[in-house]
């Protein structure tokens, strides 16, 4: 059995459909090689190796998780004030919903990073703002 050395090396796949797809070329020891092959013999095998896709965007996903992100978290917040128990007056509410504005900013904050990408991030955050403001103004008038 011959037995080679192991090679990484990144290619860019040529016309490719997905632009963020790279070929990785793999040289691995080949089993059966020929006797009167060298030693070094070994055979090329190419992998697709997806990039990550979230570096790309981070940035614009960051800025829609702070700014949209809590301005959601009010309008959701606002919400519960007027709508919860005892309304608007209830003693004590205003406390615990000022308190509860950092947590729910902190999930949006969190799980806007799951969109695929940093446009779709500020797409429904807008949404979302849009119809929790909506609603808001609509309770309270």
């Avoid at 192991?6 to 040529?14: G, K």
């Avoid at 807008?126 to 609603?135: D, E, I, R, S, Y």
Wanted: with cysteine; net charge positive.
């Amino acid at each position: 059995m011959q037995t080679g050395t192991a090679e990484v090396s990144l290619t860019p796949q040529l016309g490719a459909a997905n632009k963020h797809t790279k070929h990785k070329a793999i040289r691995v020891a080949t089993k059966d090689a020929p006797k009167d092959a060298p030693k070094d013999a070994t055979k090329v095998a190419t992998k697709k190796v997806a990039k990550p896709a979230i570096a790309h965007d981070w940035w614009s996903k960051t800025l829609a998780g702070v700014i949209l992100g809590f301005s959601l978290s009010l309008g959701l917040v606002g919400l519960f004030a007027w709508l919860g128990p005892g309304g608007i007056h209830a003693l004590e509410k205003s406390q615990f919903v000022m308190w509860m504005i950092t947590p729910i900013w902190m999930l949006i904050l969190s799980f806007i990073y799951l969109c695929r990408s940093g446009l779709r991030a500020i797409l429904y955050l807008l949404v979302a703002n849009g119809l929790v403001h909506t609603l808001l103004y609509y309770i309270r008038h």
